[in-house]
């Protein structure tokens, strides 16, 4: 059973304009949601992460949106560039627990 | 710092086969664990070590060996080689409790092994 489930699976925007993915999650437990990022040939590599107390976080051009009370969450890129086409996870892990469950990915495209 | 390293790149075996991917790391983390990934189906882990001579099962773990004897090495052996496999394999290590950049526990990927089976 996928514990975090996550849409769409693949993404085509425009440059300049807004791609955004969803994630959503059952465990209440989670309270650790990181979004991790994919290149062509590369392991993920951390691109933003919250935790439960905030509804949002801002890191540049990246937002993580989060509704504790829907047990969704999601990355809005703004201004989206062809260098942010990539593959996006979500994951969701436990305070004390070091072990991660990913969405499935979602492949972005942004044409220039 | 070298990160997480993992040897080889690509390999291809025939069914049947054994083998052992490599990972190593130098950041002196304590928890280290090994991903698989196939497309539609996202990160699955497949074992995890929170320490030297602690090793333990994830979601996938049929197949597969893991032995932790030092802070810095993680092999993933296969025994006996199958077609299903076949996949990219990832390598992660990242510190026990708070970590670094504000967030917990913020787990560094090497850079992958593309495994075939045939």
């Known amino acids: 059973q996928q514990q975090v489930k996550q849409s769409p699976q693949s993404l085509i925007v425009q440059k300049g304009g807004i791609s955004i993915i969803n994630c959503a999650y059952e465990?209440?437990?989670?309270?650790?949601f990181p979004w991790y990022q994919q290149f062509p040939g590369k392991g993920p590599a951390l691109l933003i992460a919250?935790?439960?107390?905030?509804s949002e976080k801002k890191e540049g051009r990246f937002t993580i949106s989060f509704n504790k009370s829907a047990k969704q969450f999601s990355l809005h890129i703004m201004d989206s560039q062809p260098g942010d086409s990539a593959t996006y996870f979500c994951?969701?892990?436990?305070?004390?627990?070091?072990?991660?469950?990913f969405g499935t990915g979602t492949s972005l495209t942004v044409i220039p | 710092n070298a990160g997480v390293t993992q040897t080889p790149k690509f390999q291809v075996l025939k069914t049947g086969q054994s083998m052992t991917l490599q990972c190593a790391q130098d950041?002196?983390?304590?928890?280290m664990s090994w991903y698989r990934q196939d497309p539609g189906m996202g990160l699955r882990l497949i074992h995890y070590?929170?320490?030297?001579?602690?090793?333990d099962q994830g979601e996938v773990p049929n197949g597969y060996n893991v032995s932790r004897s030092t802070t810095e090495d993680f092999p993933l052996r296969l025994l006996s080689a199958a077609p299903s496999q076949t996949s990219v394999y990832f390598c992660?290590?990242?510190?026990?409790?708070?970590?670094?950049?504000?967030?917990?526990?913020?787990?560094?990927f090497g850079p992958g092994t593309r495994l075939t089976v045939l």
């Open positions: 950041m002196n983390h304590e928890y």
């Open positions: 465990n209440t437990a989670f309270d650790y």
């Open positions: 070590s929170v320490g030297a001579g602690i090793t």
């Open positions: 992660a290590s990242s510190r026990t409790g708070t970590g670094g950049r504000g967030s917990y526990n913020e787990q560094f």
């Open positions: 919250i935790r439960p107390d905030v």
């Open positions: 994951a969701a892990s436990m305070i004390w627990g070091n072990q991660f469950y």
